[in-house]
């Protein structure tokens, strides 16, 4: 949940919405899904209508980088290396300590935060919280093709922010 | 294709190709590619290593505030019969 929005209160008054909708909701629980899939789409729907009010009271949208093509990164078609790398891609210094100080964590959060609300979802429920994707595909209400693009796209752009920080450490 | 018909892979589609690696999604023929091409590239071999460090980290972010102990205590409350 904590990467689900970028603003850590915000994501704390969300929580606290989707308990009530939760408490509110208990009784018209039919069973059709988990509890924990109907939890899930309390949340997902929670955090869309308060983020969308959110966006609005802040006078627009947060940034969003829609273009995570890495075309860039390799040598054109008709180019006699086309599709290879252009620039070596360095491996990054020693990810375990990155992990313990904190600092991936860090550049990862951030890299969440930009991402288009729709792959945030997408990266919020498969890697932060590893709900299995048919799971994820129901609380969403998406096909399993839209996830597996959305979740690429997201991955992408965030392996692209931290690969443009840790590259000249 | 090469010359003897097995499926070519250059860094371009690995890309495209590694978060579906990652989800063990791809079909056999692409993930045959895939496992050779990694093989034999330096470049996308650290690509790779990259978003596997990524998932993890995003998986530690769950982590943060909540024990493993008492996530699993919430999730069996949750899920029953999972």
Known sequence: MRNYTADFALGEEIVQETWLGVLRGVERFEGRSSLRTWMFRILINRARSMTARESRVAGGGSLHHEDDSDADDFFPEGHPKAGKWREPVSAWPDPERLMLSGELQEHIDRAVAELPEAQREVVSLRDVEGVPTTEACEVLSISENAFRVRLHRARTHIRRRLAGYLDHD | ?82
């Open chain 2, 1 to 82: 294709m090469t010359e003897d018909g097995r499926l070519e892979m250059r860094c371009r589609e690995f890309t495209a190709a590694a978060s579906d690696y990652l989800e063990n999604v791809l079909e056999p023929g692409l993930r045959k590619a895939f496992e050779e091409h990694e093989e034999d590239c330096v470049n996308c071999h650290e690509y790779l290593d990259q978003l596997s460090t990524i998932i993890r980290g995003l998986r530690a972010a769950a982590h943060d505030d909540v024990s493993d102990e008492e996530r699993a205590k919430i999730l069996r409350l949750l899920n029953p019969l999972d």
